[in-house]
């Protein structure tokens, strides 16, 4: 491995941001784009092959394509995470360039209206974010049709299921164009991918931020924590990690700031070692390797970090039917049918250029509670399973639920889910469970063979039966570890970031990514975190120097 060089000393930056997932790339575009210097640390290689990443299947060699472009091949991470996945968290995340947004499926929703207003405090509402949201979908509109002919492939699931919940009186809806349309609505799986390839942030934000000469990405650099004084931090402590940097790295003296985008795990993780969270969480980090050179604990300040934690409660459900064809997307990384490989790299078209394995369609349903919560209901179609003609459908509770987990640090330095979010209240299990006796309802007479829930077995039965632990209902979509809000964790409020996302108790330290959502949201957040973050640079922008 070749050895880190050190940090520069001789220079600094306006804004540090650490993370390059949804979070921070937008912002490091958006905070350039204002004339600011800045430097985006990301602890991983690059990905995407526009950014020099060389991870591939032998079929793509001698081309500039990687296993991350390619939308057929996004499940690699589950059949070959070594050196992609982060290995100090221990739940699946993207550990690269780009993050979540290098490895995800790609979908990309906008946010029902409720995500935003049940979920966030006044300023992060609906209304406030209108502006935002129209910025970051004019970059990255989104496409239900990711073959560049325009064709849709092995869509025998989709018609399927579709005409099924049609009949049954759901509503077919284009969902991005209806955003507020999420009950009893049926739609295609929005996706990210542009040009037949993931896109994203990747593909637009850091194209524009890297033509600046005010941009510097460092990639193969980990943070280790923010260096401060008592509530002022005046820069970033690396640790080596292969060819990147190592050393400090500073902010402009006075008027610089460091913004926190590791995601919901990494940047919890960050400042439970910069001396920021519960107390019982900074003891575990000064008897670690860290405990030596640990800021000292009258200058720690006392967050509710890690708190708060939520993921979608996912519960997978198996039907079959015989006009489903099952495509093997894993198959395609070693061994693809000659001709979809072909298609895909002359013209981007075919079943490649769709989300392993198939996912579509996509619907929803919204189930008021008998606290008067509404709790809204997503369910993502794909085509894999026991039989060759099953598809696995997974329900995620999100908007709505009550439900929330801990997350916190081991000895070794490692974030730990040590309080699953799933199903903690009657309420969002009584959703769960009604929510699934409504599709059987829905689909009863439409010829699907029921292999999960086994006939006989009632839906409460089978939602009861499954842990409701990471390994069996978790979505991927953690948020909410250092939420934003009003009522300061310093005064034994909930919030870890102010109005600004400012951490509460510093001049200039902030956090931006999936860790600042106070709850979880109706479909995937990846388009959502974007929004955030457009709006935050904005909120940080407008600061007094
Ligand atoms: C397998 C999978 C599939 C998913 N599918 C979808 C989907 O289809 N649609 C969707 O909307 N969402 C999906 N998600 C979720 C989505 O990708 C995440 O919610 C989103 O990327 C989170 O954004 P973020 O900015 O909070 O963090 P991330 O995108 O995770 O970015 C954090 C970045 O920080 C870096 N980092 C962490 N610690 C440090 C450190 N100490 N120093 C330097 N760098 C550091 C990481 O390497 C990473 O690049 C999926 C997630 C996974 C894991």
Redesign the pocket.
Known sequence: QTACSAAPSDVTYDYII???????IPLADRLSEAGHSVLL????PPSSGRWGGTMKPKWLEGTNLTRFDVPGLCNQ?WADPKGVS?TDVDQ??????????A??????WKPHPEDLNVNFPAGWQSKDLAAASERVFSRIPGTINPSQDGKRYLSQAFDTLVGSLKKAGWEYVVANSNPEKKNRTVGDATYMFSGGERGGPLATYLVTASARKSFTLWTH???KRVVRSGSHVTGVELECNGPGRSGVVSVTPKTGRVIL????F?SAK?LFRSGIGPTDQLNIVKNSPDGPTMISSDQWINLPVGYNLNDHVGTDIEISHPNVVFYDYYGAWNNPIANDAKTYLASRTGPLSQAAPNINPIFWEIITGKDGINRHLHWQARVEGSLNTSMTITQYLGTGSTSRGRMTITRQLNTVVSTPPYLRTDEDKAAVIKGLVNLQESLKDAGFTWVNPKPGVSAEQFVNSIPAIPSRRGS??WVGTAKIGTDSGLANGTAVVDLNTKVYGTDNLFVV???IIPGELTA????T?VILAEHAAAKILALPA
Do not use: F, Q, R
């Open positions: 650490v993370g390059s997932g949804a979070g921070g640390i990301e602890k991983g991470i982060c699946m995340a993207g550990c690269v360039l780009g993050g979540g947004t490895v995800n499926a790609g979908l990309w650099t980990i943070a985008s590791a995601g919901a990494g960050l991927n979509h990514d999936a860790s995937n957040p990846s388009a975190i």
